[in-house]
C-alpha cells in the first residue's frame, strides 16, 4: 500500500509549537513502540521520504495533534476517514467483522459491499452517520479521480461530469477547471525551467513538495473555486 497522505511542513510546524526536539519526538514515538531513528524524523520533515501509517499514527500522538493536521486535509476517502480514526485496515475490518481482503478492496475501489451490520459498525468505528459514510465512498473516490484526470490532461472533456459529481453548475465547473489546470501547469513549467536550467536538488524538491500539497488540496479547492455544495447529497 502507498505512504499516507503528509504535509511535511504541517508535521515540523506542530512539533516546533510545542517545542519538541527530533530527538524528543523519537524518544516519545519509541515509547509508543515505535522505534526509529532521528534521521528517520528529520527525512519526514524534509520531505524526502513520507511516513507509513503506523508511523503516521505514533508521530501524531509524539506531536499531540490529531493525524489529519500532519495530513493535512480534510478526510474524504474512506482510507482518509479511517486514517483520521488511527485504524489499520486490518484492525478496523476485524472491528466491524469483515474480510480483510474485502475491505481492501472496497477501500481501493471506493465501492462499498458490506452488509448492513458491517456498514453500521464502519459508521460507528469512523464517527460518520450511515448515509454520510456512504456518500464518502461514492462520492470522494470518484471526483477526486476526475479532477486529477482533468488538471493533467484535457479538462473540458470532463467538465459535465464534475458538474454532476459536485452538483456545480457547468459554467461554473469549466471555470474552476481553467483555474486549476494553470496552476498545475505552473507547477510544471517551473519544475522544467530549474530542470532544463540545471538548479539544485533542494529547489526541484520544494517545488514537487508545493506540487503534492496543492494536489492534496485539488478536491477542497475545486469544491471552493465552483461554489459547490460540499456536503450536498451523493448523485444517484
Known amino acids: 500500500m ?10 515540523r510546524a506542530a512539533r516546533l509549537r510545542i517545542g519538541l526536539t527530533p530527538e524528543q519526538v523519537v524518544a516519545a514515538m519509541g515509547q509508543l513502540g515505535v522505534h526509529r531513528p532521528v534521521a528517520a524524523v528529520l527525512s519526514w ?7 507509513s501509517e503506523a508511523e503516521l499514527f505514533a508521530l501524531a500522538d509524539a506531536l499531540w495533534c490529531a493525524v489529519p493536521e500532519i495530513m493535512a486535509l480534510r478526510p474524504r476517502s474512506l482510507r482518509e476517514h479511517r486514517l483520521a480514526r488511527k485504524f489499520t485496515a ?6 466491524i467483522g469483515m474480510d480483510a481482503d474485502a475491505y481492501a478492496r472496497a477501500e481501493r475501489d ?3 459491499g458490506g452488509t448492513d451490520r458491517q456498514t453500521l459498525g464502519l459508521a460507528d468505528a469512523l ?10 465512498i461514492r462520492r470522494a473516490g470518484d471526483l ?3 479532477l486529477r484526470q482533468a488538471v493533467e490532461g484535457r479538462w473540458k472533456q470532463h467538465t459535465t461530469a ?3 459529481l459536485s452538483g456545480a453548475p457547468e459554467r461554473a465547473v469549466a471555470r474552476a477547471l481553467r483555474t486549476l489546470h494553470q496552476e498545475y501547469a505552473g507547477f510544471n513549467e517551473r519544475y522544467m525551467g530549474h530542470l532544463v536550467a540545471r538548479n539544485d536538488n533542494a529547489r526541484l524538491r520544494e517545488i514537487a513538495t508545493e506540487r503534492a500539497a496543492w494536489l492534496l488540496a485539488l478536491t477542497d479547492r ?4 465552483a461554489g459547490a455544495d460540499s456536503d450536498g447529497p451523493a448523485p444517484r
Not at 502507498?2 to 508535521?11: E, I, K, L, M, T
Not at 475545486?222 to 473555486?225: A, D, E, G, I, S
Request: glycine share 6%; aromatic share 6%; proline share 11%.
Open 222 to 225: 475545486f469544491l471552493l473555486l
Open 45 to 51: 520533515e524534509a520531505g524526502v521520504v513520507a511516513p
Open 127 to 136: 464517527g460518520l452517520e450511515p448515509d454520510e459514510l456512504l456518500r464518502v
Open 2 to 11: 502507498s505512504h499516507p497522505p503528509f504535509s511535511p511542513d504541517h508535521a
Open 90 to 95: 486490518r484492525r478496523l475490518a476485524e472491528r
Open 110 to 112: 471506493h465501492r462499498w
Open 144 to 146: 477526486d479521480g476526475l
Open 162 to 164: 464534475l458538474a454532476r
